[in-house]
C-alpha cells in the first residue's frame, strides 16, 4: 500500500512549472496549446491509476474512481493560469488532488466514489470570463452572453472552444455531473496577505464574498473658480469625497471591505467647479443581509449628502453577487484537519471568487482550504509558498478527505 507522498506533489509542481512556464512565470492560459499540453502531461499522470477519465460538455476534466457506493466526494482545482502567472495558483488543487485519490487508490476500493475535476478557465484570462467551466458545471452560464467575446487576435470565444471539444451551446450539459456529488473540497493559495501577517501555514474558507458593484454619478453645476462664491456652489465632486469616506466607515462598522475604485470629472478642468463626478464603489460581504445592509446606508448616505450639497445623485447597477457561506460540518472537518496537521488553524472569508463557489451555488456541500501565499501576492510570477507549507497541506487535504468520505458514508 503506498502512503500519501507530499514532496511527490511539490515534485510534480515542479515539473509543471518547467514544462509550460517561462522566465516571466506560468503561461497555461485556458484553450492555448501551452494549457493542452498541461492536460496531456495531467492525464498521463492518471493514466496510471485505476480511474475512468473524460472530459464533460463544459471542458472539465474528471477522475473518477469508483467506489462501494455511487454517492461522489469531488476534490478540485484548475490547471490554467493567467499569462506569466505563479506556479501554484490552481494547479496545486489539481495536483494535491491526484496525491490523495492515489493513496485512497492504493488502499483499495474506496466506501464512496472520489472525483478529481480540472476545471476549464477558471481565470478567464484570454476572453474575460472567469469560471468559465464551473459555471458550466453549475447552469449558471449563459452561453448568449459569450457568443460575441473576442481575444485579443480577433478569434471568437466558440470558435476557441470548440477546438478543444467545447459546444458553447451544450455547456450546460454538464450538469449531469452533479448527479450523486455529495460533498466538494479545494485546496488553494490565498492569494492575500491574511495567513501570512498572523505566521500562519493554513486556513478553512468560511466562503467567498458576495459583491455589490454601482457606478454612482453626482451632478452639481460647472461655474467658475474665481468668480464663484463658496456658498452659491453646486459641487459634484463633493458628494463623491464626503461618500467615499462615508462607504469606508460603513464597510468599517460591518466588518467588511469597500472600494471607491476610480472617480471621474467633468469638465475636468482647474478653473471650474465640478458638474459630474461619477464614482466606483465594490463593497463585500460574507453575508447576504450585512451586504444588503451596507448597500442600503451607502444608498441613504449618497441621498443625504446630495441635499447636503444640494446637487443630484443616481446610482447604475455594474454587477453583482451573492456571496456563498460553505457548509458548516465541513468548514469544522477543515479546522480539524489544518489543527492536526499544523497545530493551528485560523477561519477566514475568501475575497477572490473560485470554482467552489459555482459547486456551492448548486447546492452541493463545500468547502475550501488556504496555504499561505508569502509576500501575500499572486497572479504574477513571484506568486510563492513555503515548501513546508505544501506539504502541510497535501496532508490537510487527505485528512480533510478522510473525515468527509466518512460524513459522507454517515450520512447516507
Ligand atoms: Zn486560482
Not at 183 to 188: R, S
Not at 210 to 216: D, L, S
Request: proline fraction near 4%; hydrophobic fraction near 40%.
Amino acid at each position: 500500500m503506498s502512503a500519501l507522498n507530499p514532496q511527490r506533489t511539490i515534485n510534480e509542481l515542479k515539473e509543471l512549472r518547467a514544462l509550460t512556464g517561462d522566465a516571466d512565470g506560468a503561461q497555461r492560459v485556458a484553450f492555448t496549446p501551452t494549457w493542452a499540453k498541461a492536460r496531456a502531461w495531467y492525464r498521463a499522470k492518471l493514466a496510471e491509476l485505476p480511474v475512468d477519465v473524460h472530459q464533460d460538455a463544459a471542458g472539465n476534466l474528471w477522475a473518477t474512481l469508483k467506489g462501494k457506493s455511487e454517492s461522489a466526494l469531488i476534490i478540485g482545482g484548475h490547471i490554467d493560469s493567467v499569462p506569466n502567472g505563479g506556479w501554484l495558483d490552481g494547479c496545486l488543487g489539481v495536483l494535491t488532488g491526484l496525491e490523495v485519490l492515489r493513496r485512497i487508490a492504493a488502499a483499495g476500493t474506496p466506501a464512496v466514489t472520489v472525483r478529481v475535476v480540472d476545471w476549464a478557465d477558471e481565470e478567464g484570462a484570454r476572453f474575460g470570463r472567469s469560471l468559465f467551466g464551473s459555471s458550466g458545471f453549475s447552469g449558471s452560464l449563459v452561453a448568449d452572453e459569450l457568443r460575441n467575446l473576442v481575444d485579443k487576435q480577433g478569434i471568437k470565444l466558440p470558435d476557441a472552444v470548440k477546438a478543444h471539444g467545447i459546444d458553447l451551446d451544450r455547456m450546460t450539459d454538464a450538469a449531469v455531473e452533479q448527479k450523486n456529488a455529495k460533498a466538494y473540497l479545494e485546496l488553494h493559495i490565498e492569494q492575500g496577505p491574511v495567513l501570512l501577517s498572523k505566521d500562519l501555514p493554513m486556513g478553512v474558507v468560511l466562503g467567498t464574498f458576495g459583491v455589490e458593484r454601482h457606478a454612482i454619478t453626482f451632478t452639481g453645476q460647472a461655474a467658475h473658480s474665481g468668480s464663484t462664491p463658496m456658498s452659491h456652489r453646486k459641487d459634484a465632486l463633493g458628494g463623491v469625497s464626503k461618500l467615499h469616506l462615508a462607504v469606508r466607515e460603513i464597510a468599517v462598522k460591518h466588518g467588511a471591505v469597500a472600494t471607491v475604485g476610480s472617480v471621474t470629472t467633468k469638465p475636468g478642468i482647474v478653473t471650474s467647479v465640478v458638474a459630474e463626478a461619477e464614482m466606483t464603489l465594490d463593497q463585500r460581504h460574507l453575508d447576504a443581509t450585512a451586504l444588503a445592509a451596507m448597500y442600503n446606508e451607502a444608498r441613504t448616505e449618497s441621498e443625504r449628502i446630495a441635499k447636503e450639497e444640494n446637487i443630484g445623485v443616481a446610482w447604475r447597477k455594474i454587477w453583482t453577487i451573492q456571496p456563498f457561506p460553505f457548509h458548516p460540518d465541513l468548514i469544522e472537518f477543515g479546522d480539524a484537519a489544518i489543527k492536526e496537521t499544523c497545530g493551528v488553524s485560523h477561519r477566514l472569508p475568501s475575497g477572490p471568487l473560485h470554482d467552489a463557489a459555482e459547486v456551492c451555488r448548486t447546492g452541493i456541500p463545500t468547502v475550501m482550504l488556504f496555504v499561505q501565499s508569502l509576500h501575500g501576492i499572486s497572479h504574477n510570477k513571484i506568486e510563492d509558498t513555503k515548501e513546508e507549507h505544501l506539504a502541510m497541506a497535501v496532508q490537510a487535504m487527505d485528512k480533510l478527505a478522510s473525515k468527509t468520505i466518512n460524513w459522507i458514508e454517515r450520512n447516507a
